[in-house]
């Protein structure tokens, strides 16, 4: 039997069930396609450092998959579209992939189902859990993270799986080695993409440097590597899967010691499992301005351009919100903390539709995430899984809590000068103040 397997967001050989399942073939065509733009995004194309890293994780598989005598086939376009065509070309007998959450991915899959005459297979391998793992139906699953945390925190989480020691040889196709990207990491945050830089960052911050042990006091501070574990954009493109970074939290704990810190790192990647469940329920919920069933809170839902423009360039009269935009947009990366603040800010202080900002985040983030992303976002604008219903920061509280000297601001040139400031008429046309 000839198989294809399609990598999505699992771009590793280790802990890896639906390749793994894949050494009973003949042969096997191994696939990977740049994501797409989503039809409803407003913005093109991914962000610079996004897309480097990328390009380095798939540099980094198709080296790891060399030693195998295997490959990855990296193409462009959309899975519906271009699949079939490959299964056809190649004669494949089976296609498999990974779960991946988001309206979006689901109807793809959907539409190549039906396009292929032969089966597809759809492996869970991103999560802690499994669907069977869980104490409730998909159907069930509590809106709320707190009693999802409940249920779910005392479950014995399964040991990774080690990586392939074989896999059956690919046919005759043309492999091309992944071109470079066109920039290279900033300085403020130095990280590579690939399965070897994901282990050696967790291997550091766990063991080596031990800096877990300072990690719930850390985990704010702005910059990326001052406290942050970092480990998000591996984990978000599957370079390294939640099992082997709970596990080796675990076995610090075992060996060394337990302590809050240890704890809020497994805390967190609960809260990444609960939007990964509660993006296959909510389906295309997600996207919308008020989920159904969701809470109703009111927001400004007219645009205007020119406020949304001065968010996404740092150009704002907030100098905090400018510096973590143009952090943003350097280096890929912003911390958790300062994703709250520049949601807030989007949402609050300048009422626009907090979908526009999500888009943005998913365009330049190394760590995007369909899940987590958009499922943050509605937590903060008070659509989502948050029962206080929405957050709204004090931006010169935030910036005395976590730029008390303005250390931060002063670095990504976050004081910009004033801007004019707009109403609108009863037609809903900014009219500039005086």
């Known amino acids: 039997m000839r198989k294809l397997y399609w990598f999505q967001n699992d771009l590793r050989l280790q802990d890896n069930p639906g390749l793994s399942a894949q050494g009973d073939a003949e042969g096997l065509l191994l696939v990977y396609l740049f994501p797409v733009n989503r039809p409803w995004c407003n913005t093109t194309g991914m962000g610079a450092q996004r897309e480097r890293f990328l ?40 296609v498999a992939t990974t779960l991946t ?19 597809v297979r759809v492996f869970e391998g991103n999560t802690l859990f499994t669907q069977e793992d869980l104490p409730f139906a998909r159907d069930e699953l509590p809106a709320h993270f707190t009693p999802f945390r409940k249920a779910v925190e005392k479950l014995l989480i399964p040991s990774p799986l080690a990586p ?6 690919p046919p005759a196709a043309r492999f091309h080695r992944v071109p470079e990207a066109a920039v290279k990491p900033h300085t403020a945050l130095p990280i590579r993409g690939g399965s070897e830089n994901g282990e050696r960052r967790l291997r550091q911050f766990v063991f080596e440097e031990q800096l877990i042990l300072n990690y719930k006091a850390s985990r704010n501070c702005l910059d990326g590597l001052d406290g942050s574990s ?14 082997q970074v709970a596990h080796a939290v675990q076995q610090f704990e075992a060996s060394r010691e337990r302590t809050e810190s240890t704890w809020w790192l497994l805390f967190e990647l609960l809260w990444r499992e609960f939007f990964h469940w509660r993006a296959l329920h909510d389906d295309v919920s997600l996207f919308r301005l008020r989920p159904a069933g969701g809470r109703k809170r009111l927001h400004n839902c007219t645009f205007e351009p020119r406020s949304y423009a001065r968010w996404c360039s740092g150009s704002t009269d907030y100098p905090l919100v400018n510096a973590l935009m143009r952090q943003l947009v350097a280096t890929g ?21 907090w979908r526009y900002g999500a888009a943005f985040f998913e365009k330049h983030l190394l760590d995007f995430d369909v899940a987590s992303n958009y499922g943050n976002w509605q937590y903060l604008a008070g659509v989502g899984a948050d029962p206080r219903g929405g957050r709204h920061f004090n931006l010169e509280k935030q910036a005395q809590q976590h730029d008390p000297q303005g250390l931060f601001v002063q670095k990504w040139q976050g004081s910009q000068p004033a801007q004019p400031e707009f109403v609108t008429d009863a037609a809903d046309w900014p009219i500039p103040q005086k």
């Open 230 to 243: 970092t480990l998000s954009p591996w984990l978000a493109n599957g370079g390294i899967s939640p099992r």
């Open 101 to 119: 959450p988001g309206f979006y991915e689901r109807k793809t899959l959907a539409v190549l189902k039906s396009r292929l005459a032969v089966p």
């Open 164 to 169: 392939p020691a074989s896999l059956p040889p």
């Open 55 to 94: 390009r380095e994780s798939l540099l980094s598989l198709q080296q790891a998959l060399s030693a195998l005598g295997q490959n990855v086939l990296v193409l462009e376009g959309s899975p519906e579209l271009v699949l079939p065509d490959i299964v056809r070309e190649y004669g494949i007998d089976e």
């Open 333 to 353: 990366w912003m911390s958790n903390r300062g994703r709250q603040i520049a949601a807030s800010c989007l949402v609050n202080e300048l009422g626009l539709d």
